[in-house]
């Protein structure tokens, strides 16, 4: 039998992801030392409270049947969590929670989207703000994102486009750039995306994790942002419930009853315990957040100001759980370097051309390791001699 799989197929190869952790397995069955700061996966603990919350609706023979829909409770949390972090109200019927943000990106161009439809997407940009709504049939145009124009699309050189829009997807703190939303921008792109009737969908998984003092913002904030505009909230990063995959989108009540019908096709609702579980999350104190993204700026100096001191210009992120840096005078290919740096050091990053034409040249690296363990991982960069290549 000769297979004929979809020709979309085409468009995606094997994830980088699955690529590096194959090497790392390969570096590590050879005895080598790995630092692994590739994958995005906290490393950090969900809270005591969120496992106990689990736990005890696990114990629940009720809780095993299909949820069907959020339970009351926990969009209420999200309500009160909106509230007292953003300073943004919303309504019951402005909330509904997603299988993870990734899920969420992935269906809702299915929900907006006719085949042929433009969608504006960030270039470099987390690759599934582009698989989403490929898959929905749309037509991609990328928006640069670079030091030149302060890592914020041009709004005007966008508004022909933005005429034949869709919706256009925006992200700050940004994955991978690591940067957050100057001052005043979301009060510019709101008006903006309100006159050429373009939804904004913003991914807001990282505002919870802001450095040097920068404060994380939700769009929503921004008067008339609900008139055009949905929010992806994750509790991943936040909360550490990565494998849980809870997010909420919240915002625009049309687009939200919309996605919410689509989704009723496909989905039978979040297993109930992990709906607990994050209500407890949301309920929960902020001083372990704030606490957390202290470590992570820790983490982000030991990296970023260690490399630089190595002599590798690594700038310091902004925001995220990443750094993203232009690769060592020397190499040409980011995946090159990214495979000769995992030999030499043992120090896996991801390499930017993942994340599109602009993230060529670049590597992320993810801050996902203790402060002496990424010490140890720059003083292996440092005596490997790779920054000394001409």
């Given at each position: ?8 197929m ?17 570096l ?9 700061l590739s ?8 809270s ?5 919350a689990?736990t005890?609706?696990a ?34 019927d402005?909330v509904?929670?997603v ?11 299915l929900?907006l989207?006719d ?5 504006l997407?960030?270039?470099?940009g987390?690759?599934?703000f582009g698989?989403?709504?490929s898959?929905a049939?749309a ?8 030091e030149e ?8 050189a ?9 919706f256009?997807?925006?992200s ?27 939804i ?26 609900k008139?055009v505009?949905?929010?992806?909230f994750?509790l ?23 996605f919410?019908?689509?989704?009723s096709?496909?989905d039978y609702?979040?297993?109930l315990p ?10 929960g ?8 993204c202290a470590e ?6 030991a ?8 002599g ?11 750094a ?12 090159d ?15 930017g ?8 040249g670049?590597?992320?690296f ?8 990424i ?16």
């Amino acid at each position: 039998m000769e297979l004929h799989v979809a020709s979309r197929m085409k468009n995606y190869e094997e994830g980088i992801f699955q690529i590096l952790n194959e090497k790392k397995e390969e570096l590590t069955a050879q005895g080598k030392k790995v630092y692994n700061l590739s994958v995005g996966t906290p490393d950090f603990p969900p809270s005591q409270e969120v496992m106990e919350a689990v736990t005890r609706a696990a114990q629940d023979p009720e809780n095993y049947k299909y949820a069907l829909k959020d339970l009351p409770e926990l969009i209420d949390a999200v309500i009160r969590r909106y509230r007292k972090r953003y300073g943004v109200e919303l309504a019951g019927d402005e909330v509904m929670s997603v299988y993870g943000s990734q899920e969420g990106i992935t269906h809702i161009g299915l929900s907006l989207c006719d085949a042929g439809d433009l969608v504006l997407v960030p270039d470099p940009g987390y690759p599934i703000f582009g698989i989403g709504p490929s898959l929905a049939g749309a037509v991609l145009e990328t928006y640069p994102l670079t030091e030149e124009n302060g890592y914020v699309p041009d709004l005007e050189a966008l508004s022909e486009a933005a005429d034949r829009a869709k919706f256009m997807i925006v992200s700050y703190p940004m994955n991978p750039i690591c940067k957050c939303a100057p001052e005043g921008f979301y009060e510019r792109l709101v008006p903006w995306a309100a006159a050429h009737d373009l939804i904004i969908i913003h991914d807001n998984a990282y505002s919870d994790i802001i450095f040097d003092g920068r404060k994380g913002r939700s769009i929503l904030a921004v008067p008339g942002a609900k008139e055009v505009c949905v929010e992806f909230f994750s509790l991943s990063k936040t909360y550490n419930y990565t494998g849980a995959r809870m997010s909420f989108l919240v915002g625009n009540q049309e687009i939200i009853a919309n996605f919410k019908k689509l989704r009723s096709q496909i989905d039978y609702g979040t297993f109930l315990p992990v709906q607990y579980g994050a209500i407890a999350a949301l309920e929960g104190p902020d001083e372990p957040i704030l606490k957390q993204c202290a470590e992570y700026q820790r983490r982000r100096d030991a990296l970023c100001g260690g490399l630089r001191a190595a002599g590798w210009n690594v700038p310091d992120s902004e925001g995220t759980m990443f750094a993203w840096a232009a690769i060592p005078e020397g190499f040409q290919d980011d995946v090159d370097f990214v495979m000769q740096l995992m030999e030499r050091t043992g120090v896996l990053c991801t390499p930017g051309s993942s994340f599109g034409t602009l993230g060529r040249g670049h590597v992320r690296f993810a801050l996902t390791l203790p402060v002496s363990e990424i010490e140890e991982a720059v003083e292996a960069v440092k005596k490997s001699g790779i920054l000394k290549q001409s």
